[in-house]
């Protein structure tokens, strides 16, 4: 595949990565004891339903995976995440859906609420920069602890989340592909990230750096150190997604990522 142009084959490999990722990730949660945050997926045609019971958040309830063959089930999904008392959200992909399915979302009370970029590289050349006291090491079982605390509170959320961010993550370091990452400075432990691989596509998942320590290239590191990884898993595309033009954004172009495509999110008025 030729990386420098952008192809219909290219944004499906893109989308089913973050797909796949998010589907180990529900049914990993999923498989807790007793369900404890009470996750469901669904499928309607194409359509992947994510939902959960105890996590409100977008991330956690959202619908990927559609094309315009799947206008059929839209009231159909809508009704799912209804009948679960959540607003539904829908991702759009330029290209997978025709005009035909926007109005249909439109004459729901749907509405275009936001965007996110996706950006892709070929890791097959990684260079990862050395910075004095700087370590990166990958998260032992015996480690969630310390992860959860990074990811709490360098995404802004309560130190309450602890326990949870721990649990939710611990099942999945025993799953194959994935894998977590703690960047310490002089022996300090400063930034996090995770990554998935499977089908020899490396999904860059998550990243988060402490408050005291942003601006020091952490962030850079960290996605270095993944694509490092990928190209040692012989992962043969790196897909990586945030806000358009965030400073993740910048730091991934700066890297050597490219714009896969911006996609829109539909969510219910």
């Known amino acids: 595949m030729n990386l420098t142009i952008p192809s219909q084959q290219l944004i499906q490999d893109i989308e089913s990565s973050e797909i796949d990722y998010m589907t ?3 049914i990993a949660i999923q498989n807790r004891p007793n369900n404890p945050e009470g996750i469901e997926v669904q499928h309607f045609g194409n359509a992947v339903c994510f939902y959960s019971r105890t996590m409100p958040w977008p991330t956690f309830n959202t619908v990927k ?7 059929e089930y839209v009231e159909s999904i809508v009704d799912f995440y209804r009948s679960r008392d959540r607003k539904v959200q829908f991702e759009i992909i330029p290209s997978m859906v025709d005009h035909r399915f926007l109005k249909r979302l439109a004459d729901l009370g749907l509405y275009q609420s936001g965007f996110h970029c996706s950006l892709y590289t070929d890791p097959a050349f990684p260079k990862e920069e050395i910075q004095d006291g700087v370590t990166i090491k990958e998260v032992q079982e015996d480690q969630f602890d310390l992860y959860a605390r990074i990811h709490c509170r360098g995404t802004g959320l309560s130190d309450d989340g602890i326990p949870y961010v721990a649990q939710n993550n611990k099942v999945l370091c025993q799953r194959d592909g994935w894998k977590f990452f703690i960047a310490y400075v002089n022996e300090v432990p400063a930034a996090a990230s995770v990554m998935y691989m ?16 942003r601006t020091r290239g952490l962030h850079n590191r960290m996605l270095q150190r993944r694509l490092v990884e990928a190209n040692r898993n012989d992962c043969r595309l790196a897909i990586s997604q945030c806000a358009f033009l965030s400073q993740s954004h910048r730091n991934m ?12 999110s539909w969510t219910e008025a």
Request: aromatic residues 8%; without cysteine; charged residues 20%.
């Open 253 to 264: 172009e700066r890297i050597g990522m490219k714009l896969g495509y911006v996609r829109t």
């Open 24 to 26: 180990e990730r529900m």
């Open 65 to 71: 995976g559609l094309t315009s063959a799947d206008i």
């Open 198 to 213: 499977n089908n020899h596509l490396a999904s860059l998942t998550f990243a988060a750096t402490l408050p005291e320590y």
